[in-house]
């Protein structure tokens, strides 16, 4: 195993974790079934990470799982992680080679599938094995302070993204954030919702560092945001991107195009909306497609007007090739309804695209170059293999 790559895939040694939420695969599992079987310390928990598969953005670091880890690790068992975007050994022989009795699987709505393959191959090779799937939860602030601590230790960094759609949904939790992370002097970036911030708030929030706010508008259309249960209003986006302005905070706007009911003209008038308003907005995040999530009130809605198959299924359905019109080569489902069909939503696409609202040259640039490296990694798996080393990983003590 080579230094450089060998937290990819080892025995948990140290914590390089999210700031703000992260998967709970096993706590309360761990609790359930370690209460009611009795073991011989050290029990052998496997951690894992499904492979992305082909992507328009880099992999992420598994980070929850590598939390976690960590505090199983701390409680006394013996820990292994398998990220399978860089895992390129047996996975049977080191499940039998390893016999873990507990297996915990990250991963997303796009990856589900491959989650799903490695439950399938945990219960073939072990049986009596528990494999625990999903979830998220909050982090002590001590702890975030102390990862942050450790990292700036080891490795030098100006800022930190904190990957929490619901950051702001507690004042609290923001307030004792910026508390923990003023000291560090660091620059950082968080989601935000408009209706959860006020310029006091922002402005505590800048002085600890804040430079960039993520906040999804969706739409422009109030009676849309009323219809999809935003739970805000477009006056309400404008005042949070006003204040921004005000504070000097850069402002990332999520737009998406291909809501239930949504005409063409009423995208077009939300394309309107965004040229008007780009002097409070510094980067356009748009999607024209819109994406169904399981069990959500969308799927619901989905199916009941007959835009989702009746026969369809979370656990055996494959990536549609419509998709692709979108450049959207995951296994998602994706909303198309008459009047807005693949092409039409290729057409707002194009749209933004010319009119310099999808992104920048260079963010647009670079999802190209990830996407193609991704596509020849897919096609010629022995390209990936060269920084890899095949065996066990070493002893980390």
């Known amino acids: 195993m080579k230094m450089k790559s060998w937290w990819h895939y080892h025995h948990l040694t140290c914590s390089r974790t ?64 398998i990220d399978f975007n860089h895992y390129h050994g047996n996975f049977r022989n080191d499940l039998l080679d390893w016999q873990p009795r507990i297996v915990g699987i990250g991963g997303t709505t796009p990856s589900r599938m491959k989650s799903f393959r490695i439950a399938r191959q945990v219960k073939q090779a072990l049986p009596g094995a528990v494999v625990v799937y999903g979830g998220v939860r909050y982090r002590p602030m001590e702890q975030v302070g102390l990862e942050i601590a450790y990292l700036l230790k080891r490795r030098k960094f100006n800022g930190i993204k904190v990957f929490d759609s619901t950051f702001t949904a507690s004042r609290d939790h923001v307030l004792l954030f910026c508390e923990t992370v003023r000291p560090f002097n660091l620059k950082w970036e968080c989601e935000i919702r408009a209706d959860t911030v006020d310029i006091e708030l922002l402005r505590t929030m800048k002085e600890a560092g804040c430079y960039y706010v993520n906040m999804g508008l969706e739409t422009s259309d109030d009676e849309r945001l009323k219809k999809i249960a935003k739970g805000i209003s477009t006056e309400q986006a404008l005042k949070v991107l006003a204040d921004c302005r005000e504070l000097g905070i850069l402002a990332k706007v999520f737009f998406t195009f291909g809501h239930p009911g949504q005409t063409f003209r009423e995208c077009k008038q939300d394309i309107r909306f965004i040229r008007k308003h780009r002097k409070y907005i510094d980067f356009y995040a748009v999607t024209p497609g819109l994406k169904v999530y399981p069990g959500t009130r969308l799927e619901k809605e989905a199916r009941k007007a007959g835009l989702i ?63 193609f490296k991704g596509l020849v990694r897919k096609v010629f798996p022995f390209y990936k293999t060269r920084s890899s080393v095949k065996g066990s990983p070493p002893s980390r003590g």
Do not use: C, H
């Open 18 to 81: 999210s700031v703000s939420r992260s998967p709970r695969l096993l706590s309360s599992v761990f609790r359930l079934f370690t209460q009611n079987v009795i073991f011989t310390l050290p029990m052998q928990i496997l951690l894992t990470y499904p492979d992305d598969g082909l992507r328009l953005f880099q992999s992420m670091v598994p980070l929850g799982l590598l939390s976690i880890g960590t505090v199983v690790k701390e409680a006394g068992y013996t820990v292994r992680i």
């Open 309 to 371: 198959s009746p026969d369809f299924s979370w656990v055996t359905s494959r990536p549609s090739l419509r998709n692709l019109i979108l450049l959207e080569p995951s296994n998602t489902v994706i909303l198309f309804q008459k009047g807005l069909g693949p092409l039409r939503l290729l057409q707002v696409a194009l749209i933004l695209l010319f009119s310099g609202l999808y992104s920048s040259r260079e963010f647009m640039e670079r999802m190209v170059k990830e996407f």
